[in-house]
């Protein structure tokens, strides 16, 4: 006589109900999101703090001496950090808009359109002015000129009394190298990784994240 062994699961019931909480929060991680936004932006802190890819980990290119790289004012990190999330169910969307932050996070080449060089302003009047027709214009009495110097590069000057003062940078074309502030790295896809595991697992467990 062939001998019958039985086995009998107990609490399968709390088991398909976790599996049911956590097909529910699957489908609306709203609460995760919000958490996962977090991350995000202090991942932006550090990066702006490091000067360095979000991704790669390389520094941040600097094309002049002295400020801060990309924070000069201020302005674009705030954009970011202080900015209220665009969070749906199962999705957040963090950024800038700012019209300069592409030029930074992807890199540019910008070319003159309309002119035959780009006119980098340099003292206090060209930039209140803008333009450097618009300044030729309005400080003509003063006589300005351009010259080029012993490194190569073409400048609009003004001369007092023997002192040269330069107003702007003269440039066929200018490149903005790339300075990715937003992104995430191994580092950032690990916290976002544990983020998800501890929300799930809370879920199944009964517990409200």
Known sequence: M????????QGLDKLQAAFRRAGEAAQRPRALMLQLDQVMKNQVSRTFSAKR???TG???QSTRRGGEILRDTGRLFRSIVAASPRVTDDSVIIG?????????????VITPQGATMLAIPLSKSAKRSQFA?????????????????????????TSQRGALTAHFLLLKSATIPQRRFIGIGNEYAAE??????????????????
């Open 96 to 108: 800038t808009n700012l019209p300069y932050a592409s030029s930074h996070q992807e890199g540019m």
């Open 2 to 9: 062939a001998t019958v062994i039985e086995y009998q699961i």
């Open 133 to 157: 027709r618009r300044w030729w214009n309005q400080n003509e009495s003063k006589k300005p000129f351009i010259r080029k110097t012993r490194g190569g590069k073409l400048f609009i000057f």
């Open 58 to 60: 390389a520094p941040w």
């Open 192 to 209: 976002i990784e544990q983020k998800t595991v501890a929300f799930m697992a809370g879920k199944i467990g009964g517990q409200s994240q």
């Open 53 to 55: 890819d979000p991704i």
